[in-house]
């Protein structure tokens, strides 16, 4: 089971511990040993988008660690308060400043291994003209044949690119689910 930092109660303060909550659940969570407050610990949602014009898509060139200058599409943490569709539009003016309509979702990714959950959506890009911002040291769009594999930031990335191109090539978009390990 992976261990998230939680060692003090939020509610009042005392040390957790990390055991079998007196509910019957089945998980070792974080149980404060003098208010009995469970802690649960879910995975992150990153959401973003695979903004695409005529056959190009566009990648934006990370400012920001982990690994700086590899291209990525515009994604990011989801926030408390919206859906994820929203999260995935607000990365994509935030990391691009793209003018754009939201289209359906593309891929669900779980990455367990960082407790994430990785989900991008369509965008059908009404403009060529792109407004980074301070995450994005340049957005460009490339074809599938200019897509800088080899400088890809991560893995659920290229798996969505090239389940992206795929479908295109089949003339039919789909869902796509996958685990990474």
């Not at 003090?8 to 404060?32: F, I, M």
């Not at 994509?92 to 669900?108: D, N, P, Y």
């Not at 792109?130 to 991560?154: K, N, Q, S």
């Amino acid at each position: 089971m992976l261990r998230s930092p939680i060692k003090h109660c939020r509610n009042c303060g005392t040390v957790v511990a990390y055991r079998l909550p007196d509910d019957g659940d089945t998980r070792e969570r974080a149980v404060c040993t003098s208010c009995a407050t469970i802690h649960y610990e879910n995975p992150l949602n990153v959401v973003g988008t695979v903004p695409y014009l005529g056959d190009r898509v566009l990648l934006c060139k990370r400012n920001i660690e982990p690994r700086w200058g590899k291209w990525t599409l515009p994604a990011g943490f989801m926030e408390l308060g919206e859906t994820t569709a929203e999260g995935a539009a607000r990365e994509t003016v935030e990391e691009a400043g793209a003018q754009f309509q939201l289209e359906g979702l593309l891929s669900v990714l779980s990455v367990p291994r960082v407790s994430q959950v990785h989900l991008f959506y369509l965008a059908r890009l009404t403009s060529d003209r792109f407004e980074p911002g301070i995450e994005t040291i340049e957005a460009r769009l490339f074809t599938e044949a200019e897509v800088p594999w080899d400088e890809i930031a991560f893995r659920t990335v290229r798996e969505t690119l090239m389940r992206y191109f795929d479908d295109r090539r089949r003339g039919s978009i789909g869902v796509h689910t996958l685990d990474i390990d």
